[in-house]
């Protein structure tokens, strides 16, 4: 395995890094002092939606609340930080349920944007961290934003294929079958790229990002196994079954007669462009896919395949701290609310054990 894999990374932070900059010019001194407090202990991908939430907050103060309006954002201090209010807060998380957000060009129609439970917390989480450096460092005398409570997080089904609907998208993957003429085009010549892709989100339970990020060096084909960079620049070595081995194998005879553009060379997935493959690209392969495999599922992603490899792991091991493990996750609450499906099997068995009259096991159980 090699030297070379932070070179994905450090361009991917670099990319952030600048995006993040750019960000910081539209908003208050304070913000980049905060994004300055926490690049130890975060991420660029964090703080980059750091800010981009503080954006959104700040021009929703400006724009919507007549206390904030008087001043260029940009030139907000502490003092007029300090002015915000509950009713701000309960005003702004109203606010994010739907908005619109102007172009740069005036002959482009307003974006809407639709913001949903998990995403309202998070963004208010990130008003609240911002708030709490600025208490905790004695710039505002109280921090108003832990008055106002996150938004309950209601539990969705869990949503994942099942054994045939694995074999499915594994299968259209490989022939082409029940794909459209033009579909058929482009998988002929992204077959095995796509099959060997599928088959690691649904044998490893990867992340879409982790995936992209894979360099040829990081394969380790005598072992079954390959490095991986994980949330947080931490790297591991994770194992695949022999059937990813071999899903691996065809790829790579493949991989090695592409002529990858330069920066490229040692990316393991490509794109029809002979680019290191994006996560857009691998969503929608995913969606095309499972849209055949799975019709009456909605909304299928790489998230998705990951929540069934780990479903699957969890009912053939029983282990819960060994699904974290694997999944990189640093708590297993997090492993069993959105991926471990551990409580429908009792619920079946529920189901088994209550018995009403006209079932013959109903007199059994009286006597």
């Given at each position: 395995?090699?030297?070379n894999r932070q070179s994905f990374k450090e361009q991917t932070d670099a990319k952030?890094?600048?995006?993040?900059?750019?960000?910081?010019?539209?908003?208050?001194q304070a913000c980049s002092d905060f994004l300055r407090s926490v690049a130890i202990s975060t991420g660029t991908f964090t703080r980059l939606a750091y800010a981009i939430d503080l954006r959104t907050f700040f021009n929703f103060l400006h724009?919507?609340?007549?206390?904030?309006?008087?001043?260029d954002v940009i030139l907000y201090d502490d003092a007029d930080l300090e002015k915000l209010t509950r009713n701000d807060i309960t005003a702004y998380t109203e606010y994010l349920t739907y908005y619109l957000k102007s172009a740069d060009d005036d002959s482009v129609p307003n974006k809407e944007y639709v913001n949903h439970e998990l995403s309202i917390k998070r963004k208010l989480c990130a008003i609240r961290s911002f708030y709490d450096y600025l208490f905790?460092?004695?710039?505002?005398?109280?921090?108003?934003?832990?008055?106002?409570?996150?938004?309950?997080?209601?539990?969705?089904?869990?949503?994942?294929?099942?054994?045939?609907?694995m074999d499915r998208i594994l299968s259209t993957a490989q022939t082409g079958d029940s794909m459209t003429k033009s579909q058929q085009k482009y998988q002929?010549?992204?077959?095995?790229?796509?099959?060997?892709?599928?088959?690691?989100?649904?044998?490893?339970?990867?992340?879409?990002?982790?995936?992209v990020g894979i360099d040829i060096d990081d394969l380790d084909m005598e072992n079954n196994a390959f490095l991986v960079t994980r949330k947080g620049g931490n790297q591991v070595v994770l194992y695949f079954p022999p059937e990813v081995a071999d899903a691996l194998g065809e790829y790579l005879e493949e991989r090695q007669k592409i002529e990858p553009l330069p920066g490229h060379e040692n990316a393991l997935f490509l794109s029809?462009?002979?680019?290191?493959?994006?996560?857009?690209?691998?969503?929608?392969?995913?969606?095309?896919y499972a849209a055949i495999a799975a019709p009456l599922k909605q909304k299928i992603s790489p998230h998705k395949l990951r929540s069934t490899y780990a479903t699957n792991l969890y009912q053939e091991t029983s282990d819960i701290y060994l699904v974290a493990d694997v999944l990189g996750h640093t708590s297993v609450d997090t492993t069993r609310k959105h991926y471990a499906d551990m409580t429908d099997?009792?619920?079946r068995?529920?189901?088994?054990?209550?018995?009403l009259p006209g079932d013959p096991q109903f007199r059994k159980d009286d006597n």
């Open positions: 395995m090699a030297e952030r890094i600048l995006q993040i900059r750019a960000v910081l010019k539209e908003l208050p724009d919507e609340r007549i206390a904030f309006s008087d001043k905790t460092n004695q710039r505002i005398s109280s921090n108003v934003t832990e008055l106002v409570p996150l938004p309950k997080i209601h539990e969705k089904p869990i949503i994942r294929l099942n054994k045939e609907e002929k010549i992204t077959a095995k790229r796509d099959y060997a892709m599928l088959s690691l989100f649904l044998g490893t339970g990867i992340r879409v990002s982790e995936c029809l462009q002979r680019k290191r493959i994006t996560q857009r690209a691998v969503q929608n392969l995913v969606k095309k099997a009792r619920r068995m529920a189901a088994e054990h209550v018995h």
